[in-house]
Each structure stands twice: as C-alpha cells, then as structure tokens.
C-alpha cells in the first residue's frame, strides 16, 4: 500500500469514523503486542434484557419498581437496562435521597424511610446479605430493602456483531493476544470470552484491580498495549494503556476526552481497520 503521512494516516482514519488525536497514536498502533477490552457496552451491546425475575419477599413488580427507583440515577448498561425495562410499566418516583454508586458493586439509596440496594452477590455478602445462588446464565442484579433480601433480575446482554471478526482480525493482524477485563462474574464472563475467541479472561475485578491487572499487562508486554473501554467503571485503566480507546456513542464524555483514539460507531472491529492504517502509515522527517 502507498505510504501516508501521520496526517493523512489521521485523516484515512476519521473518513472511517474512527477519531485519532495525534501521529503519535498511531505510531503506538503499529507497534502493538496487546489489546485489552472492557467487557460491558464494548465486546458486547452493554443493553441487557430481562430474563428472569425471582421474588423472595412480595411480587415480582415490586421488586422491579425497588430496583427502578435506586437505579434511576445511574448511567451504567445495568442501570439504564433497568430503567427501561421498568418504563414499560410506569414511571419511577424520583425522590431518592444519599444516593450513592459503588463502582463495580451496585448502588444504594434511600426512598422515604426505605433503604434500598441493588448490585452484585459478592457486594451483598460484604454488607451481610445473603443473595440466592446463581445457578444459571446472566448476570443477577440482587435487591434489598431495609436489610431485607427481597430477590433478583437475572438479565443477559449481546455480543455485538462484529466482535468475533474484530478479534480474528486482530490476530491476522499478529496482535499476541487479547484480554478481556471485567467486572462482571466469573462464569458469564468466561462463557462470553470462549463465544468470542478472546485468549485470556480476568473476572470479578473491582475497579482499582483493574488498574493493577493492567500495570501487569503492560509489564510483561512485548510492545505497546492498547485498552478498549466504554469508561463506565474504566477510565482509570484508559488513561493508563499505552493507547486508550473509547466507544464514541456509548462511552462516557470522560472516556472520550481520557481516550487517544475514539471508535465513533462503537464497533470492535473498527480497532482492525485503526491498526491497518497505522501500519500504513509513515513518519515524514523533515
Ligand atoms: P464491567 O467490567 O463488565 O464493565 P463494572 O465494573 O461496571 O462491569 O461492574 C461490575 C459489576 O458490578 C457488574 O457486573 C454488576 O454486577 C455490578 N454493578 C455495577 N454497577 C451496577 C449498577 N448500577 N447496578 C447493579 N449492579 C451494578
Ligand atoms: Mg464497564
């Protein structure tokens, strides 16, 4: 292929709507041993479905409008999920008061004289709440009302369309491997990195965990590593890779100004065709 300059490297990139914030950045893509990937809302759509919902304490509805209110205030995939799904009934009361998210674990809030929370298994056992088992698929989002474990919303999220052809792409492209980082429980995340193909799988990490899963990566890196995130829970990790990438449409306004390279159409698969045009591309010294 012809030779492009880092302009014309930045411009080739932007008519593809992927956004490059300096020559730089491609010089590091063309030197890249690593790509590391967020799970929610980047490998997969991060628009969760309801598949399951399992009331240990009062209705079903109930649980879903507890849920609905102590979540009406998050922007994470989980969060607005289940604000949509709630939507199709009514509409949430909005006076929740020391509302707080716990990043990686869930949020917490209190409605009238109600305590509630809603997030993972291992956050409830720490605050001495005992969540069913889960036995099956999904991701479980588990409630509690003052003390009291009231049940859970099993919901379940796509792999996006071109996942599995952004990650055969990489390693035509002799990328060493890809690692997915998440939050999420170990045997979801697992299950979704075997459908995918990806090469290794770190689960369950809280946020600061992955800054150090990462420090770890770039440690032992044969070349530069490159993180793909939507900055829900990840922006620390963002800014720490050698390139940050970001999800221009899902992605936090934080994450696309951490980020050095920003996806516009949210496709894994336009990392592929960044690293075809970095490799492209020349330095022109002067
Ligand atoms: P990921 O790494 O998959 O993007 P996060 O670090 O954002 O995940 O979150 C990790 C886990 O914490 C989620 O899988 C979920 O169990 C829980 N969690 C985080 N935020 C929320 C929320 N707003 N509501 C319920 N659970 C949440
Ligand atoms: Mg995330």
């Given at each position: 292929s012809i030779p492009l300059g880092f302009f014309s490297g930045i411009g080739a990139a932007s008519k593809r709507g992927i956004l490059v914030k300096g020559g730089n950045h491609l010089e590091a893509l063309q030197q890249l041993d690593t790509v590391v990937f967020d799970k929610t809302g980047t490998l997969t759509e991060g628009v969760f479905e309801v598949v399951e919902l399992k009331a240990v304490h009062g209705s079903e509805d109930e649980l879903l409008r507890v849920a609905a209110t102590v979540e009406?205030?998050?922007?994470h995939p989980i969060a607005k999920s289940i604000q949509r799904m709630y939507a199709r009934h009514a509409s949430v009361s909005t006076a929740v008061q020391d509302y707080q998210e716990v990043a990686g674990s869930g949020v917490t809030g209190r409605f009238g004289t109600d305590q509630i929370q809603a997030g993972n298994a291992r956050w409830f056992k720490e605050l001495g709440l005992t969540p069913l088992d889960q036995t099956e698929d999904g991701t479980y989002v588990h409630v509690a009302q003052n003390d009291s474990y009231l049940g859970f919303i099993r919901i379940a999220d796509r792999i996006k369309d071109t996942t599995v052809e952004a990650l055969d792409g990489l390693k035509a492209l002799g990328i060493r491997q890809t690692i997915m980082l998440t939050g999420d429980r170990r045997e979801t995340a697992e299950q979704i990195g075997r459908q995918i193909g990806i090469t290794q799988v770190k689960a369950e990490l809280l946020p600061d965990q992955k800054v150090e899963q990462l420090e770890a990566i770039l440690y032992q890196a044969n070349g530069r590593v490159a993180f793909v995130g939507d900055g829900i829970n990840d922006a620390p990790v963002l800014t720490r890779a050698d390139v940050g990438i970001a999800m221009g449409g899902l992605g936090s306004d934080v994450a696309i100004e951490a980020a050095d390279v920003v996806l516009m159409t949210d496709e894994p698969k336009q990392l592929v065709e960044a690293i075809r045009i970095a490799r492209a591309t020349r330095r022109i010294v002067y």
């Open positions: 009406q205030h998050s922007n």
